[in-house]
Nanobody
Framework: QVRLVESGGGLVQAGGSLRLSCLVSGRSLNDCTVGWFRQAAGKERDFIVGVNWSGDSDSTDAVKGRLTISKDNARNTVSLQMNSLKPEETAVYYC???????????????????WGQGTQVTVSS
């Protein structure tokens, strides 16, 4: 059974940085795609960045250059480094995974079969 556990959320001032981690158990990162999503209060859960089994990544224009995804296959951990954070990025951040060696990272929520419980990120102005 796949289990994803996020950590690293918290309170940060606008312009600050946070690093989130997603520990994936039950699957090897060599065989799955992992995505990060976020959901602000009252809004949809949106894709922000993801990485596939071979290390290819995709991110939205809104976060490109500020939020960077990386993975450590040996530790089965996917990290999200977030810099220059903005108050409007306050949300619950989720990691999600789907097993399989897909060429491209999907931005669709429905593609992912396993989800973490989420971690709150609050950016104060």
């Amino acid at each position: 059974q796949v289990r994803l556990v996020e950590s690293g959320g918290g309170l940060v001032q606008a312009g600050g940085s946070l690093r989130l981690s997603c520990l994936v158990s039950g699957r090897s990162l060599n065989d799955c795609t992992v995505g990060w999503f976020r959901q602000a209060a009252g809004k949809e859960r949106d894709f922000i960045v993801g990485v596939n089994w071979s290390g290819d990544s995709d991110s939205t224009d809104a976060v490109k250059g500020r939020l960077t995804i990386s993975k450590d296959n040996a530790r089965n951990t996917v990290s999200l480094q977030m810099n220059s954070l903005k108050p409007e990025e306050t949300a619950v951040y989720y990691c999600a995974a789907r097993m399989g060696r897909y060429r491209r990272v999907s931005r669709e929520k429905g593609f992912y079969t396993d989800w973490g419980q989420g971690t709150q990120v609050t950016v104060s102005s």
